[in-house]
């Protein structure tokens, strides 16, 4: 990679040969000014950021409100824990799934890999009789394997990242059912349930809850203050402009789908934890919902912009709003049509702001 990202002057593709005008041919793209939410340059962005978490949070305390005065039990400890807890490997596929969408990519394998990962420790544990360290540390391995594969293929042939991980996704779920016979091998003699019980001395909160939050504030912080966190933006923003620039986009991009990989594989680590056996059939359309909830927090599908703290507040305005729906005895058609229509406004208001965003950049 470039050792100097202070100024990186970008000449436009055939502009040199073309002998054009030297103010249309060059484009300066200063890395250093790139932030979290994606875009390049500009001392509003941050306000406009603390304004998009002030939105999420306001939507997320309206919808609290109305389910908590439709329903006395639902303001309670024992509700949020209920809300929370199963949903923790979810925030952590979440965190991977903002990198990927950054970069201007997909990652449609991460339920598979998560359901893969768990059911190789759950077989290496019980068939196999592997210490439960070992029987972790193949199915990390697993995991890795899995994201190297999604990146390497991704960036040796320039091929989608979505049709590659959709692969994956049937390659690591077929291999799920076919270790596992399509089984469910136990861990309820292992010393893996610590990570779910509960805490006296705090407040009842499993391990399991602190490990995810770690991870959160520790993915905003590499995306906010880290230079790899401004080459994510960047390639997201103007992948050709930063390959110019002499920034080689290769191991950004690889490192990308490894880190949602084994983010992926946390999670089915934390799932294990939770059910004491692995299930071959978890995480299925995890995907689909944690795409939902990122794009929700106001990470782009066009790439270029997202925080995590804003893929985490919109996971939880998804979770909520589908918890506050069951207590009020919605269906589950209903529900899943209420949050569809959440799902596709999110994704028009993306579709204007990045609008707004080109607007404004060329009024620059």
């Not at 692969?167 to 077929?174: D, F, N, P, T, Y």
């Not at 899943?336 to 999110?346: H, S």
Request: hydrophobic share 50%; with cysteine; glycine share 12%.
């Amino acid at each position: 990679m470039a050792e100097n990202t202070d100024d990186l002057r970008v000449e436009e593709p055939g502009a040199s040969a073309a002998g054009v005008d030297g103010d249309s041919a060059q484009e300066v793209l200063r890395l250093d000014d790139v932030r979290a939410e994606g875009r390049v340059g500009g001392r509003g962005r941050l306000a406009a950021l603390m304004l998009d978490y002030a939105a999420l949070v306001a939507v997320l305390i309206v919808l609290v409100a109305v389910f908590s005065l439709r329903s006395r039990s639902f303001f309670s400890y024992d509700q949020f824990s209920a809300i929370i807890n199963p949903n923790l490997p979810m925030v952590l596929v979440a965190v991977g799934m903002t990198y990927v969408l950054i970069i201007g990519g997909i990652d449609l394998s991460v339920g598979s890999v998560m359901a893969l990962s768990g059911a190789v420790i759950g077989v290496l544990f019980e068939s196999q009789r592997f210490p439960l360290p070992l029987a972790i540390l193949g199915g990390v391995a697993t995991g890795l394997a899995c994201g190297l594969v999604n990146g390497l293929v991704v960036i040796r042939w320039n091929l989608p990242s979505f049709i590659v991980t959709l692969g994956m996704l049937q390659i690591a779920r077929g291999a799920t059912h076919l270790i596992t016979a399509s089984q469910k091998p136990s861990l309820l003699f292992s010393s893996i349930n610590v990570l779910s019980d509960p805490l006296s001395w705090a407040g009842g909160l499993p391990p399991t809850f602190f490990v995810t939050m770690l991870v959160v504030v520790a993915g905003q912080l590499v995306l906010s203050w880290t230079v790899f966190g401004r080459y994510m933006i960047a390639v997201g923003t103007n992948e050709e402009a930063v390959r110019l620039s002499g920034v080689d986009v290769r191991p950004v991009k690889l490192s990308v789908f490894v880190i949602s990989s084994l983010l992926a594989t946390l999670a089915g680590i934390l799932t294990l934890s939770r059910h004491r056996f692995a299930d071959p059939n978890v995480g299925r359309d995890l995907e689909l919902e944690v795409i939902a909830a990122v794009v929700v927090g106001g990470t782009s599908l066009m790439g270029g912009r997202g925080t995590v703290i804003g893929s985490f507040l919109g996971l939880l305005i998804i979770v909520v709003l589908g918890a506050g729906l069951a207590a009020l005895g919605t269906r589950d058609e209903v529900k899943r049509l209420v949050t569809g229509f959440v799902i596709v406004g999110a994704v028009i208001l993306d579709y204007y702001r990045h609008r707004l965003g080109q607007r404004s950049e060329r009024a620059a």
